[in-house]
């Protein structure tokens, strides 16, 4: 799509939009200058494309709301919907448990649930996308004892991800300064990235403040490494080479920003196994008296775009949550933030390469939406959807347009698409190592991978980042497709599917077994939203053909899983 | 596997389309990564054929080795000096293994920590070696060049993921995608004469250590090379999945996804059949000790190394947690325990299979730790201390470059002639150093060295002398 042609594209969906749709469910069409597309999908493959970026996966129900309501009703009326929350349930499972702890169980049945079936799909695709940028594993820092504070942390991610009304009924906008905020305060993460009861150094024992949390949020949380234009494009110094946003020096004020912070009920205070307590999952306390007093020279934004040179320090016997308070908002302040979470929120959603202009589009979202709020987590996530490039492509190299599938996604695409569920209404286990996508299972605060990931090649010859492949190699293309077929074979209605097994319901599917082309083209709709080359259709029509035609679970189950398995599924585009 | 003609077919497709597609991205895009590949290409003769096998494990420490832990100063005044840095992180000099090193030692005595008994019992045997301070740097570096803001310094310091990258690539740089051992790996994996397997073999995925302009590695598991159930030989949904593989794809993704699903359809059942064709190692690998299941599938790869037509390898296996900001007293006892029993069991299987002067392993890890603790754990530095270890190896010694004070191992004091404030120490040899020494045993030509390693000229030796 070139700008010369998109206004007659533009009015050619209008017109289907007014043709087809309920009176009202256009009147949000080109409702600020921002938004360029038409409001709502021509067609059920326009919509479940939409879908694929937007839920865990489209389905009949979804596509047919979408296309109703238009895209910026159903994204408003998505995050208008109460976040699905997991620790409320995990909270019950490790009371439960009390003293053992009850491991990851609940909370990993909670999470399929929320994607599979949670009416707040959205929400919670936004939390799974920034449980990526602010990653907290089990595996590491004794979390593995301790799932509620896991499942507290990523219900802050849910509530973020639009907002939220507390129990006086006051609403809280989702914004990044006050989710970074309430990362920093939360005791997953504080264990996590180990500054739970960080002491300010001790000149006789020779100690110096814990600066994993210092180093790491500012490099992987807000700002990365080097100073960045709002498009993500970096900043070079007069010999063209890019600027450090800190030194060792920032990182350790900002150690010293992080002490003192410890559980509710008092710094040295554990409220876990015997001694449980919801202190474990509240936010932390700052205590005054094991805070770092001295003053704090933090982060000065030199040669940043657009602001002046800023010094910003801490003074002396500041009250700690009046340093912690400051330390964040120099951080979140800093113009790096917009394009550095832009940019990895546009990988989680829509295309690993995104043009330096739909950086930048979305980037001044974030610095500012219609309500003049910076970092409004739900108005940056609509915008990324909502883009040109997103809706249409990347104009000038569509080729380039797009982004390899999470792995685990391909699982939670087919459990939606087939309304996957067991008797016993739990889901029980799912194999996520097999994807390498365990959620808050990553093998390190570095994600499941790296958002500069360039896989060695084509794509690396050509400067094309593909955060996914980096978990896609030879062993785990296989393990995965092994486990969409135990998914496969499992079908309800089959008499050997137990009770506590997820079945798909495949029953729409095999009326078509008879029929080659028709089975194909809705694998087709169905997964890939009619965005199967034609050489594939081809394929697998000629699979089904060869197939016993008396068999029609077995042509159905077979050709849905070479779609599974295909390359041409395994990126979104 | 089908038949060898169609395999064949598959490769020269798969290759072929990869490489029209990087000579068109090439026109706009000629970056390192083709430089480098047009200058192994253009610039070195090939190397020579060779009949016997050699091979290199990259053993990675994921997260920072507090590596001033694992050998430590054993004599009184130095082992002092090192206890009032370290503080709580100190071990008592009782507690460590003695090393008995070779050669002049200047009164010197070291240790190696409690947990690597199977590290000193292969130093001591002389099949191991400690290669000390090093780290990642584009010169030579003392502490007053560190302050001098025209000195080059290595982007990132301290910085996980950079530091992984440069120990990996093989030049203190932060850019591009490829890794030292990739890079040898396209260089040699000629004399792999009728081998229809990559010449780098992974048990930990992608890696930049692998990742060559040609060579890619071969994925496999500590359980195996993985098998797609279900898709039987010359079954119909085999032979449509193989065709989605080999049809045109227009994006450069679904092409990526392709080659490596065909080459998991391609190698795997050969792999697997190859392994199966080897006899049970003998060798008792230790449990519950993910780096030795590991290091047993290497063993068993490389026993199977006639079959797979292999007189070159390159393996990658990781370790990780080694980011041990807090409860470092209790979490570095395991992990060093791990990788003390994991390689003194495949030192064992080495003698076992009868390679144990053609494979070198050894330990890379992006940095060492502070000196100093934050209370009850370390943070990021930079020089640190690596394990070599193999017949081949020059055992019993220490290596590298004399600092400050005028020996291969630095002062451990903080702030001190090569460590800044915290104790992170300057490294005194180059991560680029170690890993040239490691590739000239393998059989990189001194002329495709200076490619690979472009700073290596920088340093007084290209080659630190461990291996024969």
């Given at each position: 799509?070139?700008?010369?042609?998109?206004?007659?594209?533009?009015?050619?969906l209008?017109?289907?939009?007014?043709?087809?749709?309920?009176?009202?469910?256009?009147?949000?069409?080109?409702?600020?200058?921002?938004?360029?597309?038409?409001?709502?999908?021509?067609?059920?493959?326009?919509?479940?494309?939409?879908l694929?970026?937007?839920?865990?996966?489209?389905?009949a129900?979804?596509?047919?709301?979408?296309?109703?309501?238009?895209?910026?009703?159903?994204?408003?009326?998505?995050?208008?919907l109460?976040?699905?929350?997991?620790?409320?349930?995990?909270?019950?499972?490790?009371?439960?448990?009390?003293?053992?702890?009850?491991g990851?169980?609940?909370?990993?049945?909670?999470?399929?649930?929320?994607?599979?079936?949670?009416?707040?799909?959205l929400?919670?695709?936004?939390?799974?996308?920034?449980?990526q940028?602010?990653?907290?594993?089990?595996?590491?820092?004794?979390?593995?004892?301790?799932?509620?504070?896991?499942?507290?942390?990523?219900?802050t991610?849910?509530?973020?991800?639009?907002?939220?009304?507390?129990?006086?009924?006051?609403?809280?906008?989702?914004?990044?300064?006050?989710?970074?905020?309430?990362?920093?305060?939360?005791?997953?993460?504080?264990?996590?990235?180990?500054?739970?009861r960080?002491r300010?150094?001790?000149?006789?024992?020779?100690?110096?403040?814990?600066?994993?949390?210092?180093?790491?949020?500012?490099?992987?949380?807000s700002?990365?490494?080097?100073?960045?234009?709002?498009?993500?494009?970096?900043?070079?110094?007069?010999?063209?080479?890019?600027?450090?946003?800190?030194?060792?020096?920032e990182?350790?004020?900002?150690?010293?920003?992080f002490?003192?912070l410890?559980?509710?009920?008092?710094?040295?205070?554990?409220?876990?196994?015997?001694?449980?307590?919801?202190?474990?999952?509240?936010?932390?306390?700052?205590?005054?008296?094991?805070?770092?007093?001295?003053?704090?020279?933090?982060?000065?934004?030199?040669?940043?775009?657009?602001?002046?040179?800023?010094?910003?320090?801490?003074?002396?016997?500041?009250?700690?949550?009046?340093?912690?308070?400051?330390?964040?908002?120099?951080?979140?302040?800093?113009?790096?933030?917009?394009?550095?979470?832009?940019?990895?929120?546009?990988?989680?959603?829509?295309?690993?390469?995104?043009?330096?202009?739909?950086?930048?589009?979305?980037?001044?979202?974030?610095?500012?939406?219609?309500?003049g709020?910076?970092?409004?987590?739900?108005?940056?996530?609509?915008?990324?959807?909502?883009?040109?490039e997103?809706?249409?492509?990347?104009?000038?190299?569509?080729?380039?347009?797009?982004?390899?599938?999470?792995?685990?996604?391909?699982?939670?695409?087919?459990?939606?698409?087939?309304?996957?569920?067991?008797?016993?209404?739990?889901?029980?286990?799912?194999?996520?190592?097999?994807?390498?996508?365990?959620?808050?299972?990553?093998?390190?605060?570095?994600?499941?991978?790296?958002?500069?990931?360039?896989?060695?090649?084509?794509?690396?010859?050509?400067?094309?980042?593909?955060?996914?492949?980096?978990?896609?190699?030879?062993?785990?293309?296989?393990?995965?497709?092994?486990?969409?077929?135990?998914?496969?074979?499992r079908?309800?209605?089959?008499?050997?599917?137990?009770?506590?097994?997820?079945?798909?319901?495949?029953?729409?599917?095999?009326?078509?077994?008879?029929n080659?082309?028709?089975?194909?083209?809705?694998?087709?709709?169905?997964?890939?939203?009619?965005?199967?080359?034609?050489?594939?259709?081809?394929?697998?029509?000629?699979?089904?053909?060869?197939?016993?035609?008396?068999?029609?679970?077995?042509?159905?189950?077979?050709?849905?899983?070479?779609?599974?398995?295909?390359?041409?599924?395994?990126?979104?585009? | 596997?089908?038949t060898?003609?169609?395999?064949?077919?598959?490769?020269?497709l798969?290759?072929?389309?990869?490489?029209?597609?990087?000579?068109?991205?090439?026109?706009?895009?000629?970056?390192?990564?083709g430089?480098?590949?047009?200058?192994?290409?253009?610039?070195?003769?090939?190397?020579?054929?060779?009949?016997?096998?050699?091979?290199?494990?990259?053993?990675?420490?994921f997260?920072?080795?507090?590596?001033?832990?694992?050998?430590?100063?054993?004599?009184?005044?130095?082992?002092?000096?090192?206890?009032?840095?370290r503080?709580?992180?100190?071990?008592?000099?009782?507690?460590?293994?003695?090393?008995?090193?070779?050669?002049?030692?200047?009164?010197?005595?070291?240790?190696?920590?409690?947990r690597?008994?199977?590290?000193?019992?292969?130093?001591n045997?002389?099949?191991?070696?400690?290669?000390?301070?090093?780290?990642?740097?584009?010169?030579?570096?003392?502490?007053?060049?560190?302050?001098?803001?025209?000195?080059?310094?290595?982007?990132?310091?301290?910085?996980?993921?950079?530091?992984?990258?440069?120990?990996?690539?093989?030049?203190?740089?932060?850019?591009?995608?490829?890794?030292?051992?990739?890079?040898?790996?396209?260089?040699?994996?000629?004399?792999?004469?009728?081998?229809?397997?990559?010449?780098?073999?992974?048990?930990?995925?992608?890696?930049r250590?692998?990742?060559g302009?040609?060579?890619?590695?071969y994925?496999?598991?500590g359980?195996?090379?993985?098998?797609?159930?279900?898709y039987?030989?010359?079954?119909?949904?085999?032979?449509?999945?193989?065709?989605?593989?080999?049809?045109?794809?227009?994006?450069?993704?679904?092409?990526?996804?392709?080659?490596?699903?065909?080459?998991?359809?391609?190698?795997?059942?050969?792999?697997?059949?190859?392994?199966?064709?080897?006899?049970?190692?003998?060798?008792?690998?230790?449990?519950?000790?993910?780096?030795?299941?590991?290091?047993?599938?290497?063993?068993?790869?490389?026993?199977?190394?006639?079959?797979?037509?292999?007189?070159?390898?390159?393996?990658?296996?990781?370790?990780?947690?080694?980011?041990?900001?807090?409860?470092?007293?209790?979490?570095?006892?395991?992990?060093?325990?791990?990788?003390?029993?994991?390689?003194?069991?495949?030192?064992?299987?080495?003698?076992?299979?009868?390679?144990?002067?053609?494979?070198?392993?050894?330990?890379?890890?992006?940095?060492?730790?502070?000196?100093?603790?934050?209370?009850?754990?370390?943070?990021?530095?930079?020089?640190?201390?690596?394990?070599?270890?193999?017949?081949?190896?020059?055992?019993?010694?220490?290596?590298?470059?004399?600092?400050?004070?005028?020996?291969?191992?630095?002062?451990?004091?903080?702030?001190?002639?090569?460590?800044?404030?915290?104790?992170?120490?300057?490294?005194?040899?180059?991560?680029?150093?170690?890993?040239?020494?490691?590739?000239?045993?393998?059989?990189?030509?001194?002329?495709?060295?200076?490619?690979?390693?472009?700073?290596?000229?920088?340093?007084p030796?290209?080659?630190?002398?461990?291996?024969?």
């Amino acid at each position: 799509m070139t700008a010369a042609n998109t206004p007659s594209r533009r009015w050619s969906l209008l017109f289907l939009v007014c043709a087809c749709m309920p009176a009202g469910a256009h009147d949000l069409v080109f409702r600020d200058g921002f938004q360029r597309v038409a409001d709502a999908p021509g067609s059920d493959a326009e919509a479940a494309r939409f879908l694929a970026m937007a839920t865990f996966g489209p389905n009949a129900a979804d596509v047919a709301r979408l296309r109703a309501v238009g895209y910026r009703q159903w994204i408003e009326q998505q995050l208008s919907l109460p976040a699905s929350l997991q620790r409320p349930e995990v909270e019950q499972a490790v009371i439960a448990a009390i003293p053992n702890p009850p491991g990851q169980l609940a909370r990993l049945e909670i999470w399929m649930r929320n994607a599979v079936t949670g009416p707040d799909q959205l929400r919670q695709r936004i939390a799974w996308a920034l449980s990526q940028v602010f990653v907290t594993t089990y595996l590491q820092s004794k979390l593995n004892a301790d799932p509620g504070s896991l499942a507290e942390l990523y219900d802050t991610f849910t509530r973020h991800a639009g907002g939220w009304f507390d129990a006086d009924g006051a609403f809280h906008p989702g914004t990044y300064e006050s989710l970074l905020g309430d990362v920093t305060r939360s005791p997953a993460m504080a264990k996590m990235l180990t500054y739970l009861r960080n002491r300010p150094g001790d000149p006789v024992l020779g100690t110096s403040p814990d600066e994993n949390y210092a180093r790491e949020v500012l490099q992987l949380f807000s700002i990365g490494l080097v100073l960045r234009h709002p498009d993500f494009s970096p900043v070079l110094d007069r010999a063209g080479i890019p600027i450090p946003t800190y030194t060792q020096a920032e990182i350790g004020a900002y150690a010293r920003v992080f002490t003192g912070l410890s559980y509710v009920g008092g710094f040295n205070s554990n409220p876990l196994g015997a001694n449980w307590s919801p202190a474990s999952y509240q936010p932390l306390t700052c205590y005054a008296g094991r805070h770092d007093r001295a003053s704090k020279v933090l982060l000065d934004y030199a040669g940043a775009d657009a602001v002046p040179p800023q010094h910003f320090v801490l003074p002396e016997d500041q009250a700690c949550e009046t340093d912690l308070a400051g330390g964040l908002g120099v951080i979140a302040g800093h113009p790096n933030v917009a394009p550095f979470i832009a940019r990895q929120l546009i990988q989680r959603f829509t295309t690993s390469n995104p043009s330096p202009a739909y950086v930048a589009r979305i980037a001044a979202v974030f610095d500012g939406d219609a309500a003049g709020r910076r970092g409004d987590i739900g108005a940056v996530v609509s915008a990324i959807l909502l883009d040109d490039e997103a809706r249409q492509g990347t104009a000038a190299a569509p080729a380039v347009f797009g982004k390899a599938r999470e792995p685990l996604l391909k699982l939670t695409a087919l459990y939606r698409r087939y309304d996957a569920r067991a008797q016993n209404g739990l889901y029980g286990r799912p194999n996520y190592a097999a994807y390498l996508q365990t959620p808050q299972g990553a093998p390190s605060v570095f994600n499941y991978y790296s958002p500069d990931y360039l896989p060695p090649g084509e794509l690396a010859a050509a400067h094309l980042v593909a955060p996914e492949l980096q978990i896609v190699n030879e062993s785990s293309v296989f393990s995965a497709a092994n486990d969409l077929m135990t998914q496969v074979r499992r079908t309800i209605g089959s008499a050997n599917l137990k009770p506590t097994q997820v079945g798909l319901d495949l029953s729409p599917l095999l009326p078509l077994a008879g029929n080659p082309a028709a089975l194909v083209a809705r694998l087709d709709a169905d997964l890939m939203y009619g965005a199967m080359s034609a050489p594939m259709r081809a394929t697998l029509e000629s699979l089904v053909a060869a197939l016993p035609a008396g068999d029609p679970m077995r042509r159905v189950r077979t050709s849905l899983h070479v779609v599974l398995a295909s390359p041409e599924f395994a990126v979104q585009k | 596997m089908t038949t060898s003609h169609s395999r064949s077919r598959r490769l020269f497709l798969r290759n072929a389309t990869c490489l029209t597609a990087g000579a068109v991205a090439g026109g706009a895009w000629l970056g390192r990564f083709g430089l480098i590949g047009q200058a192994l290409a253009q610039g070195c003769p090939p190397p020579g054929a060779v009949d016997d096998y050699r091979a290199l494990v990259c053993v990675f420490l994921f997260g920072g080795n507090d590596s001033f832990n694992l050998i430590v100063p054993s004599d009184a005044a130095r082992h002092a000096v090192y206890a009032t840095s370290r503080g709580a992180m100190a071990l008592d000099a009782a507690s460590l293994h003695a090393l008995d090193v070779t050669g002049g030692t200047n009164g010197h005595a070291y240790g190696v920590h409690p947990r690597c008994a199977g590290l000193a019992e292969l130093f001591n045997r002389g099949d191991g070696a400690f290669v000390v301070n090093a780290g990642t740097l584009l010169e030579p570096t003392t502490k007053a060049a560190y302050a001098d803001p025209d000195h080059p310094l290595p982007p990132q310091l301290f910085s996980h993921n950079d530091q992984q990258a440069q120990w990996q690539y093989g030049r203190a740089e932060a850019n591009g995608s490829v890794g030292w051992g990739g890079l040898v790996a396209d260089r040699l994996h000629v004399l792999n004469v009728g081998a229809s397997l990559p010449m780098s073999i992974s048990l930990n995925g992608q890696n930049r250590f692998q990742a060559g302009a040609t060579v890619q590695p071969y994925a496999m598991s500590g359980a195996g090379a993985a098998q797609l159930v279900d898709y039987p030989d010359g079954s119909v949904q085999r032979q449509a999945l193989e065709a989605l593989v080999e049809q045109a794809h227009p994006d450069p993704l679904t092409r990526s996804y392709a080659r490596t699903l065909g080459n998991a359809l391609e190698y795997s059942r050969f792999m697997q059949g190859a392994l199966d064709a080897v006899p049970p190692l003998a060798t008792v690998f230790p449990g519950d000790n993910s780096l030795a299941t590991s290091l047993a599938m290497v063993a068993r790869v490389i026993a199977a190394r006639t079959t797979l037509a292999a007189r070159r390898q390159v393996f990658f296996v990781s370790l990780g947690g080694f980011d041990t900001h807090a409860d470092q007293l209790d979490e570095q006892p395991d992990l060093l325990g791990t990788l003390s029993d994991a390689l003194l069991a495949f030192d064992a299987a080495m003698h076992e299979i009868g390679t144990h002067g053609a494979v070198t392993t050894f330990t890379m890890s992006e940095f060492a730790r502070t000196l100093n603790s934050d209370g009850n754990g370390t943070d990021h530095a930079w020089g640190g201390n690596q394990f070599v270890m193999g017949g081949a190896v020059r055992g019993q010694r220490l290596y590298g470059t004399p600092g400050a004070n005028g020996d291969i191992f630095p002062d451990l004091v903080l702030d001190g002639p090569d460590s800044l404030a915290r104790g992170q120490m300057i490294p005194s040899t180059a991560s680029d150093q170690y890993a040239a020494t490691l590739a000239r045993w393998l059989g990189v030509a001194e002329c495709d060295l200076a490619t690979i390693f472009p700073y290596l000229a920088t340093f007084p030796r290209a080659n630190l002398g461990f291996l024969d």
